[in-house]
């Protein structure tokens, strides 16, 4: 089983912000993939990478942007938080069929 | 249109008690089902995945059955106990290991009661 973290857990911050979202695997997985997820509702795909230097956009337009220059680290951006980004965040990372989740992060823009 | 839907929205059942969470999908092409359990602020962890060839499969009290032909699947819980309170998550997969498109349903609430 992967292990995957994400910091902080919680996070409430100010309209106009910069937030960067942590997401860090140690089982060496080349996937990683960045959900969000409102509350009674499905995840949705937002970002996700395949290896090194590659990122692609998910399903979900989102005005964040992601990074993959280490394997392991894969950190999500807000450059101006603003309401409309309070949700829950959750990286993932795959091997074959499976996908591992983190904890997820719980952002709430005031 | 690729849909999962998943029935009930919400569910409570007393300790000890069975249930049954269903999951109706569209995907096409199909590659495999999952089902996670999710805890209240916490990310998914996976119970089952099938593929087109497995109709069933158990993880300790949790029981998954697929139906390719009717596009179903449900998840039985066996002596429910309170830890099992959580969303469960339906997921459909058009690809299979190659980021495959995941086809997320809204999930079950269950909670569980003493």
């Known amino acids: 089983e992967a292990d995957i973290y994400q910091t902080p857990r919680y996070l409430v911050i100010g309209t106009g912000k910069k937030i960067t979202l942590e997401c860090s695997q140690t089982m060496g997985h080349d996937k990683m993939y960045w959900y969000q997820q409102d509350p009674g509702m499905e995840l949705h795909l937002i970002h996700y990478s395949y290896g090194v230097n590659s990122t692609e956009k998910g399903d979900l337009s989102s005005e964040s942007t992601v990074s993959r220059i280490r394997t392991e680290h894969f950190p999500l951006t807000l450059e101006s938080a603003r309401p409309s980004h309070t949700s829950q965040y959750l990286c993932?990372?795959?091997?074959?069929?499976?996908?591992?989740f983190g904890p997820g992060t719980r952002l709430t823009v005031t | 249109k690729n849909q999962v839907e998943q029935s009930p929205q919400s569910l409570i059942i007393l300790e000890g008690k069975n249930c049954t969470l269903q999951c109706n999908y569209t995907v096409s092409p199909f590659s495999n089902l999952r089902w996670y359990k999710q805890d209240t602020g916490r990310g998914p962890v996976s119970l089952t995945i099938m593929t087109f060839s497995e109709n069933t499969k158990s993880n300790g009290r949790y029981t998954a059955t697929l139906d390719a032909d009717t596009k179903q699947s449900s998840l039985h819980i066996t002596a429910s106990q309170l830890s099992d309170s959580a969303s469960y998550i339906c997921v459909v997969s058009d690809r299979g290991s190659t980021l495959g498109r995941l086809y997320f349903g809204r999930g079950t609430q269950l909670t569980v009661w003493p």
């Open positions: 993932a990372t795959g091997g074959g069929y499976e996908q591992y």
